[in-house]
């Protein structure tokens, strides 16, 4: 049975503290303790609730729920196009890593329709999948962009922002050994915080369960609360092959945040591990 002392306490706590976190890249609201937290989509830093954002930026904020309003449609392109114009506008790689997900995902999309059991399968199937490849190798393209960003800011000025992007582009690549150097230098940029939140990333990216149900397990508590470290604890706890500690860590958890039943896990799962190139 999987330990829940940290866990119970901390969810109690994010419970009552009642703040939700917007974030400013794809519109998610993540709930967490301690105003600061990591987005539960695209695990971005996120600091601010969705009014104190909607005020500040105005008109950044109309663009990220326009962007979260195609995602919804599936409208892949439209949500890609809208990600470009903000980095034209901004300059802040960051777009470029969220319109990199937008691409794995309709990636995913497109790989998801292959079936084998249709007359003339073949041919739609080898244009799915050829699509599929496109949108990698179109993503591919976009973390280099935004890692050749990063690099240059760093060359600059090492910030925990620029630093944390770089290790996630990595990460995201399936470069583990580049997300480890950069994992160093979110670790030299001052942001405690960031560093053992990316190190947990990294766990699961080179799934090493038994770091990452270590890592999780200190993310959870109210010091250092992310409320995504319940997902990788839970992923921890399944990899060990215990089914009966996941199940008990997602009914505790779906008392505080909404994720439905064992079976959606077992889906963001997949999703987890496909979100990788
Ligand atoms: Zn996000």
Redesign the pocket.
């Known amino acids: 049975m999987a330990k829940l002392g940290g866990l119970t306490s901390a969810l109690k706590s994010a419970k009552s503290s009642g703040v939700n976190l917007f ?1 400013g ?4 609201e993540t709930i967490t303790i301690n105003r600061r937290g990591i ?1 539960s ?4 830093p ?1 600091e601010q609730d969705k009014a104190t954002f909607s005020e500040r930026n105005a008109e950044l904020f109309q663009t990220i729920m326009s962007i979260k309003g195609s995602m919804g449609k599936g409208d892949f392109d439209g949500a890609a196009k809208l990600y470009e114009d903000a980095f034209a506008k901004y300059h802040d790689p960051g777009f470029l890593y ?1 319109e990199s997900l937008v691409r794995i995902k309709q990636s995913n999309a497109a790989i998801a329709q292959i079936r084998y059991d249709r007359e003339g399968f073949m041919e739609e199937n080898i244009a799915y999948r050829s699509k599929g490849a496109l949108l990698v190798s179109n993503a591919k393209l976009l973390l280099s962009k935004a890692i050749n960003v990063c690099n240059a800011a760093i060359a600059s000025g090492l910030t925990p922002g620029t630093a944390y992007l770089l290790f996630l582009c990595y990460t995201k690549m399936g470069n583990q050994r580049a997300a480890k150097s950069a994992l160093t230098l979110v670790g030299k940029s001052g942001n405690a915080y960031l560093a053992a939140y990316a190190k947990m990333m990294h766990d699961a990216a080179t799934r090493d369960y038994m770091a990452l149900d270590k890592d999780a397990t200190e993310m959870l508590v109210m010091e250092n609360f992310s409320a995504n470290a319940m997902f990788y604890y839970a992923l921890a706890t399944l990899k060990r092959g215990d089914m009966e500690g996941t199940k008990h860590i997602i009914s505790e958890v779906s008392k505080v945040v909404h994720i439905g039943s064992i079976d959606l896990l077992q889906d963001e799962l997949e999703k987890f591990e496909k979100s990788f190139i």
Not at 25 to 28: I, L, Q, R, S
């Open positions: 974030c890249y794809c519109g998610t987005c989509t695209c695990e971005m996120i969220a």
